[in-house]
C-alpha cells in the first residue's frame, strides 16, 4: 500500500505538507498541492477509509503525558532528551505539542477529558501505566504511544533492555568481576528485563551472582544511602546503578566511604545521558539511543494518526554497551 511517506520521498515533500494537500487542508501553496496530488496519481495513491475518517477531526496537535510515581513529574533528564527528538520529528510534520495536566475540576478521566477538550490528535506517554488515569487513557480512542510500554493497550517504543543488560554483566565478568551488586529501579517491564539479562549473563558464565536490590529511578539522594548501607556488607567489586542521575548519588556514597572508583570499585549505569558524561571518571553505561527512540514514537504517533494505524506493537531500539573509565579490569 502506498502511504503519504512513500509520496513524501518520491515528491520531495515533507511528510505533513503530503498529508495537507491530500486532504485539502489550508496552508498549501495552490502549485505544491498540485504537484503532490499529481505524484500520488501516478503512485496509485489510494487513501484509507479509516485513515481518512480520522483526518477530518484532525487538530494537528499532540499531547505529551508525564505520569511518573503518581505525579506530573519533568525532572527526568532522559526523558527530556527522547522528548526533543520527538519535538523535532513532529514539528517537521507539522505538529504542535500540548503539555497534558490533569486539569482543574476534570475529576475522573481526567487526561481523558483534558484531550477532548484540546481536541488532541494524540498522546505520548511517559509514565505509570498501572495508574488509573493512566489506563483510562490508554483505553480511550484516542491514538497513544508509550516509552518503556510492554502490553497490549497501546503501541510502545523501548531499548533492548535484557541483551544489553546481559552483555555489560558478561563484559564485567570477563574483567575479573564476580561481586557485581545490581541496584534496579522501581518494579516494571524495563527492571525485568534487565533483572533477566543480568541473572542470565551469571548463568552464561557459570557463576554465582550477588544481588539485585530494589532502589528507585532518578533518586541520587535514595541511591546514596542505599550504596552506604550496602557497600559495607557485601564488599561488590563492581556496581551497576540504575540510570545515570541516580549514579550521581552512588558514586558520591563510595566516596563518602573513602573508596576510588574504578580503583577499588568499578561502576555502569544505564541511559547514556548528559549526566553520564560530567562525572569523573566518565560513567560506563547502556547507552540508550534518544534519538532512534523519539524519532520512533513520533513516526507511530503519527501513522496511527494519519493512516489508521491500529496495531499495539512493540518496537525495540537498539541500545549500546559503552565501556568507559569508570571501570576496570581487575583479572
Known amino acids: 500500500m502506498i502511504t503519504i511517506y512513500d509520496i513524501a520521498q518520491k515528491s520531495g515533500f515533507a511528510a505533513g505538507t503530503v498529508s495537507k494537500a491530500l486532504n485539502n487542508y489550508y496552508g498549501v501553496n495552490p502549485e505544491t498541492r498540485q504537484k503532490i496530488l499529481d505524484v500520488a496519481r501516478q503512485m496509485g495513491y489510494t487513501p484509507n477509509a479509516n485513515a481518512r475518517a480520522l483526518k477530518a477531526k484532525h487538530s494537528h496537535n499532540l499531547g505529551v503525558l508525564f505520569y511518573l510515581r503518581d505525579s506530573l513529574?519533568?525532572?527526568?533528564?532522559?526523558?527530556i532528551e527522547i522528548l526533543n527528538e520527538f519535538k523535532r520529528v513532529t514539528e517537521a510534520h507539522d505538529y504542535d505539542i500540548t503539555m497534558l495536566s490533569k486539569g482543574k475540576d476534570l475529576g475522573a478521566q481526567a487526561f481523558?477529558?483534558?484531550?477532548?477538550?484540546?481536541?488532541?490528535?494524540?498522546?505520548?506517554?511517559?509514565?505509570?501505566?498501572?495508574?488509573?488515569?493512566?489506563q483510562e487513557l490508554m483505553t480511550s480512542e484516542i491514538p497513544c504511544a508509550g516509552f518503556d510500554y510492554l502490553g497490549d493497550l497501546i503501541a510502545g517504543v523501548t531499548s533492548d533492555n535484557y541483551e544489553k543488560t546481559k552483555e555489560l554483566v558478561l563484559k564485567l565478568i570477563q574483567m575479573g568481576h564476580e561481586r557485581i551488586l545490581f541496584l534496579t529501579g522501581e518494579d516494571n517491564f524495563v527492571t525485568e528485563e534487565r533483572k533477566r539479562g543480568y541473572a542470565d549473563?551469571?548463568?552464561?558464565?557459570?557463576?554465582?551472582?550477588?544481588?539485585?536490590?530494589?532502589?528507585?529511578?532518578?533518586?541520587?539522594d535514595f541511591c546514596n544511602e542505599t550504596t552506604?548501607?550496602?557497600?559495607?556488607?557485601?564488599?561488590?567489586?563492581?556496581i551497576l546503578f540504575p540510570d545515570d542521575f541516580s549514579a550521581i548519588g552512588g558514586m558520591n556514597a563510595l566516596r563518602q566511604l573513602g573508596l576510588s572508583i574504578p580503583g577499588d570499585v568499578s561502576v555502569a549505569s544505564f541511559d547514556g545521558s548528559i549526566f553520564s558524561q560530567l562525572t569523573t571518571p566518565r560513567l560506563t553505561c547502556v547507552y540508550q539511543d534518544v534519538k532512534k527512540i523519539g524519532t520512533a514514537l513520533a513516526e507511530k504517533l503519527i501513522?496511527?494518526?494519519?493512516?489508521?494505524?491500529?496495531?499495539?506493537?512493540?518496537?525495540?531500539?537498539?541500545?549500546?554497551?559503552?565501556?568507559?573509565?569508570?571501570?576496570?579490569?581487575?583479572s
Not at 112 to 134: A, E, M, N, P, T
Not at 307 to 330: F, H, N, P, Q
Request: net charge neutral.
Open 201 to 220: 549473563a551469571f548463568r552464561q558464565a557459570g557463576k554465582e551472582r550477588l544481588a539485585c536490590v530494589r532502589t528507585c529511578y532518578s533518586n541520587p
Open 112 to 134: 481523558v477529558k483534558h484531550c477532548r477538550i484540546r481536541q488532541l490528535d494524540g498522546v505520548l506517554i511517559f509514565g505509570d501505566y498501572g495508574s488509573d488515569l493512566v
Open 303 to 330: 501513522r496511527m494518526i494519519e493512516e489508521g494505524d491500529d496495531s499495539k506493537e512493540l518496537i525495540t531500539v537498539e541500545a549500546e554497551v559503552r565501556m568507559t573509565e569508570s571501570c576496570r579490569s581487575i
Open 228 to 238: 552506604l548501607k550496602l557497600y559495607p556488607a557485601l564488599r561488590p567489586t563492581a
Open 73 to 79: 513529574d519533568l525532572s527526568q533528564h532522559f526523558l
